[in-house]
């Protein structure tokens, strides 16, 4: 029974958009309740950003300890145990969907386990895992449903098990001596890093120009530079024809420079991109408005249909789970009722290779495309004390700044921690600070911030480092 004056809310999925929109709404004094069919944290903890971040670590942490004799320590490296790297990853992981369990609690929203679809506008019907039916009303509805990997019309993908998606590249029996990864977007390129740390021979195959189509065309291509001096082979115009067993191997031949080449792996690792997960929710029948099951919202996070809401990877836009909780944030806001408008502005895009790389507003590119006035300053990180002992000065900070207001449009890092670094850039994009905000700013020594200041100075051409 509803509580007095309480407005109830549903949230539909437990990813980082549906768990912290829950959160939210629960602070605002709504009576929440959260309906997950598999596990609470979504991919982001179960299957993604998490789980790829501790094999990322422990790979990073492998390419240290074969170089710790340059930092005067002797060690020996016997190589990896992969059960104990796969137990960490789990440990990692279940810590945190504990956490958010707990969460979910001290929040008192309640949890249902099962299968949501719309039965009506304001009322869904639960199925639950032993086959059991609930039907709930609801004054407000978020969806956020999130996405799962999606399966390209290549021949021979589906049918060989070799061919595995994210998920399952996540969790190999053992590591594998050969990788081909199709796709050169994020999940390929940091996937294609971990392998290639811990031995694999990587070959990634990308049907675009570049790799990471989002970021900053001249850091990606010295990122490209960096991977395939680590040895990944790199192909980008190159287009996968079809996977075919050979052997215990697998056999992937590509189109490339108007040839057909053969490629043998022992895995496959189909990295094309993601798809919403809207089927069982009966969007149609309802009248919720979606394009292929991509839900449309507006900048309040509202559907086409009164009080329900949709954020985060059901959106089929952005997929990145700051983004989804973001946006979560905002769907509970207004379905508590305040009145906010979502502005993805701010929104970093980050990539943890090695070095990692991230940006946020507009790169170079972009600007040109709009017709922006803009002007750029660069630094390299050769020239920054920390970046040189950390990873030998590799890597480079980019600054676009509007030519008129000289406000800061964009910045582009790559290098360590760039992924932390983006944190300070994001807030100048957000509060439309100028290139001399940031000159103002004492940054500590050393540090690698201090190479976000000297980016900003190289644009006024008044760099101290570089000559
Ligand atoms: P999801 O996390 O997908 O959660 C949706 C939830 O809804 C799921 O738990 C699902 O079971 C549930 N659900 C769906 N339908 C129903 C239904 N009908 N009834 C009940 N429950 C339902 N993003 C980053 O920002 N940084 C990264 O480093 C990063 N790395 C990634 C690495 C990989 C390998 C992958 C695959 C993704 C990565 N992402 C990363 C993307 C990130 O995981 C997603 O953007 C994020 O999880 C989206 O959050 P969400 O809440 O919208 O959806």
Redesign the pocket.
């Known amino acids: 029974p509803k509580k007095e004056g309480k407005t109830t809310v549903a949230i ?8 912290v929109a829950a959160i939210r709404a629960a602070q605002l004094g709504g009576e929440v309740t959260l ?15 998490i ?3 501790v094999l990322l670590h422990s790979a990073e942490a492998l390419a240290e300890a074969k170089e710790m004799a340059q930092l005067g320590i002797n060690v020996e490296v016997k190589g990896i145990d992969w059960s104990k790297v796969q137990a960490k990853k789990s440990a990692v992981t279940n810590q945190l969907v504990s956490g958010v369990s707990g969460l979910m609690k001290a929040n008192k929203i309640k949890v249902i386990e ?4 719309f039965a009506s506008k304001d009322t869904l019907t ?1 199925t639950k895992k032993d086959g059991s039916k609930e039907n709930l009303t609801f004054d407000k509805i978020i969806i ?6 999606a399966v390209p019309p290549i021949p021979g993908v589906k049918e060989n098990a070799s061919c595995v998606d ?2 399952g ?2 969790s190999f029996e053992a590591v594998p001596k050969s990788l081909l990864v199709i796709g050169g977007g ?2 390929g390129i ?2 294609a890093t971990a392998y290639s740390r811990f031995g694999t021979e990587v070959t990634v195959v990308e049907a675009m120009s570049k790799l990471l189509p989002m970021m900053d065309g001249e850091l990606t291509a010295q990122l490209r530079k960096m991977m395939e001096a680590r040895g990944i082979k790199i192909m980008t115009d190159a287009k996968v024809q079809s996977v075919e067993a050979s052997g215990t191997a697998t056999k992937v031949n590509v189109e490339v420079g108007g040839k057909v080449e053969a490629f043998t792996a022992e895995k496959v690792l189909v ?1 094309v991109g ?1 798809r919403t ?2 089927e ?2 009966n969007l149609d029948a309802v009248g919720i408005a979606n394009d292929r099951g991509r839900i449309s919202v507006n900048d309040k996070m509202e559907t086409n249909v009164a009080n329900v809401y949709a ?4 959106l089929g836009k952005v ?7 973001a946006q ?1 944030e905002i769907a509970a806001e207004n379905a508590l009722g305040e009145d906010v408008l979502y502005d993805g502005a701010t929104n970093p895009s ?1 990539v ?1 290779t090695d070095p990692e790389f991230a940006g946020v507003g507009l790169t170079e590119e972009k600007a040109k495309e709009l017709g922006i006035g803009f002007k750029v300053g660069k630094f390299p990180l050769m020239a920054n004390g920390k970046a040189l002992i950390m990873n030998g000065g590799v890597g480079m900070i980019k600054f676009i700044i509007g030519e008129e207001y000289k406000e800061v449009l964009g910045v582009h890092i790559l290098g360590p921690r760039a992924t932390d670094l983006i944190g300070e850039c994001a807030l100048a994009v957000g509060m439309e600070a100028t290139v001399e905000d940031i000159i103002a700013t004492i940054h500590a020594h050393p540090t690698v911030t201090e190479a976000v200041r000297e980016a900003a100075l190289a644009a006024e051409k008044r760099a101290i480092h570089i000559p």
């Open positions: 539909i999925g437990g990813g980082p958009g549906g768990y309906i997950e069919k598999n596990k609470l944290g979504g991919t982001c903890l179960n299957v993604g950003c789980p790829t971040k099962g299968v949501a679809s639960v956020a449903a999130g996405s799962v990997p994210s998920t590249a996540l994020v999940i940091e996937l990295a993601r997960d809207t069982a929710l954020i985060g990877d059901c997929m990145l789970a700051h983004v989804a909780s979560g980050c943890y």
